[in-house]
């Protein structure tokens, strides 16, 4: 009789058979083709939780009851960061799942503050454009309209447009190109501003003096955030996958080995939600607006520290309720060894001195 884990046998057997795919190739995706992502998702306090601690979001409106209360919600909600990774978690497997750098992401729009835990998601997703890379003949880029709903009542909870790379049919050559940036293009040093300028503290009215201070003259408003998380195999891994998220990039070390990095690498939310912590940790957040612009320069591997700095670009005192006015950043993401990785236009209402 034929013994199967005879390693010989085994290898043999191993050759011959075909694997039963997941995920979807670049020539899969139809434009305008409405995709339901089976899976949906549990928001659970857990999740949340596990996910704000690891990312050093540690905003007790989402998991105190007074400080809910004090912040307009009637129980402590799920973080909006865990919120956008739950909806983009199932997606994974019919978008993403063949593998292809995250490239970026657009009009993140919440549709509901203040999510309740327990909440049952459903998620789809609309193919809006497809296009061969021009310098990666492996890949394809495709975009994605993808919506978060509430499963029970069919509200919209948050949408956004995704951009990935994604493998064609063919045997790629790469599975993408590390970026290589050197910060010497024409936005190096010399293009900077003379003075940044930091805000005295982290209410409304500390952004607006900032910028106001800084107008008329060859400054701008941007700082450093002092924290640091050094990426590790829960946040590589762990994250992702209680999202649902099954992108091999992040858990399938023997896939990721030929790849640039030769290791799983960070998953863009995670080394996104843990700039965005840093930022939130040196500012007075009474609710997360939206995001734009998104765009994941290079990528983290374990070992990597994610630091995060801003830049003040507007402090608009007539929009929000009166306690808060609204203020819009761009936060980037950088590493120990000073690459940045993520950047992107963030809008927050920021609560005013004495709220
Ligand atoms: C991807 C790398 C290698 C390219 O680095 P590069 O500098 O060599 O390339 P580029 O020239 O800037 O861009 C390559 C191509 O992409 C296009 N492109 C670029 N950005 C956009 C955009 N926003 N919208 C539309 N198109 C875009 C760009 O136009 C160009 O097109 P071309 O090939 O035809 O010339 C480099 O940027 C890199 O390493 N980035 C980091 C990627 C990363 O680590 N992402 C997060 C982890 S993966 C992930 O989280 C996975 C997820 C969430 O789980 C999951 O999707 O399933």
């Avoid at 799942?97 to 459903?122: M, S």
Wanted: hydrophobic share 30%; glycine share 10%; net charge negative.
């Amino acid at each position: 009789m034929t013994d199967w884990t005879d390693p010989e046998t085994f290898a043999a057997a191993l050759d011959r058979a075909d694997t039963r795919e997941k995920g979807r190739y670049f020539e899969d995706f139809d434009e305008g083709a409405v995709i339901e992502h089976a899976p949906g998702l549990r928001l659970t306090r857990h999740g949340s939780e596990t996910w704000m601690s690891q990312t050093l979001n540690h905003d007790p409106a989402y998991w105190r009851s007074d400080a809910a209360l004090d912040r307009g919600f009637d129980a402590p909600p799920v973080h909006p960061d865990y919120l956008l990774a739950c909806v983009m978690g199932p997606s994974v497997e019919d978008l993403s799942e063949k593998g292809g750098y995250f490239l970026g992401r657009d009009g993140v729009e919440f549709h509901r503050h203040g999510v309740p835990l327990g909440t049952e998601l459903r998620v789809e997703s609309t193919v809006e454009t497809t296009r061969p890379s021009s310098s990666r003949p492996g890949y394809g880029v495709v975009t994605w309209e993808t919506r978060g709903i509430d499963a029970a009542s069919g509200e919209p909870l948050v949408s956004y447009e995704r951009t990935n790379m994604v493998p064609r049919r063919e045997p790629a050559a790469t599975d993408g190109g590390r970026s290589g940036s050197t910060g010497d293009d024409e936005s190096g040093p010399s293009l900077l501003p003379e003075t940044l300028v930091a805000p005295d503290g982290g209410a409304f009215e500390d952004f607006r003096r900032a910028l106001d201070e800084a107008a008329d003259r060859d400054a701008a408003v941007a700082y450093r955030h002092e924290r640091g998380r050094t990426t590790d195999e829960f946040t590589v891994a762990a994250l992702p996958l209680a999202t649902l998220n099954t992108a091999r990039q992040h858990h399938n070390a023997a896939a990721m080995a030929d790849s640039p990095s030769g290791e799983p690498v960070a998953y863009g939310d995670v080394t996104r939600s843990t700039a965005l912590g840093h930022a939130r940790s040196d500012e007075r957040t009474y609710r997360e607006l939206g995001y734009d612009g998104e765009r994941f320069h290079d990528f983290v591997t374990a070992g990597d520290t994610v630091f995060g700095f801003t830049r003040v670009l507007d402090a608009d005192g007539s929009a929000g309720p009166s306690r808060a006015g609204e203020v819009t950043f761009e936060h980037v993401a950088f590493t120990d060894d000073e690459r940045p990785v993520y950047s992107g236009v963030r809008r927050a209402l920021v609560d005013r001195e004495g709220a």
